[in-house]
């Protein structure tokens, strides 16, 4: 894991990441912790394309399951209040 300090890209600003991306993902560390992440758009696009796919992967398998719902959003929500 790339770590850098948040006060050195204050100083340097973008810069400080630049070369870094070229390796991996860069975490940012704020009082001591990681706070923030910066990554290439290409990998962002890419986490999110995994992602996309993985949502519909585990709603294709709810389905082929039979776990799905097939009342009104207004019922779902009035059984799930009165289960609690």
Do not use: C
């Amino acid at each position: 894991m790339i770590t850098l300090p948040a006060q050195e890209v204050k100083r340097r600003g973008i810069g400080a990441v630049d070369k870094l991306l070229a390796k991996e993902p860069v975490h940012i560390i704020k009082n001591n912790r990681p706070m923030y992440v910066v990554l290439r758009e290409e990998e962002y696009q890419t986490m999110m394309e995994d992602l996309a796919l993985a949502r519909i992967e585990a709603s294709e398998a709810d389905v082929s399951a039979g776990r799905v719902y097939k009342g009104s959003t207004a019922d779902l929500m009035k059984e799930l209040d009165e289960a609690e």
